[in-house]
């Protein structure tokens, strides 16, 4: 058994989830902006833009939460991290929140839906992806899932591109 918990949802050894998530983060954060541009200009452009970046948002969320779900769900000790579920649980709250904040723009229209509760709406998100993204950073960098750092869990086949120092001999 690898040393680290491991990704399951991967190209060769690299995760697909973490290439995912930067898509929806960034959206939703530039919604939130769009709407404080709305907010501060009165400009209908930032309302319809904040309303296309929250579509977008959802759309690449679920494509980021189908590969972490494969992970979670296949990986035992993923799932026994609390870290984990709280990632897993916060993403899928500001999904749904996503959601509700899209369905409210579509309905009423992208402007009045903005003021109050479009914009409220989208600063819960920003707050709850910054909880959201710390528990992910925790996962990575303390409890190292997915990450490849000894040689015995390199893909077979592969070439040991490490420099060579003192001590270390030639893979040949």
Known sequence: MPANPQSTAKIGNHPLHPMLIPFPVAFLVGAFVSDLGFLGTGDGFWARASMWLIGAAIVMALLAALAGFVDFFSEPRIRALSDAWYHMIGNLTAVVIALVNF???????????????????????????LFTGWKGWEMVYRHRVAVLDAPEQTAAGTTDTRPRGPGRRSAA
């Open 103 to 129: 369905a409210l723009r579509y309905s009423q229209g992208a402007e009045p839906a903005i003021r109050p509760w479009g914009a409220v709406l989208s600063f819960v998100v920003v707050g709850i992806l």
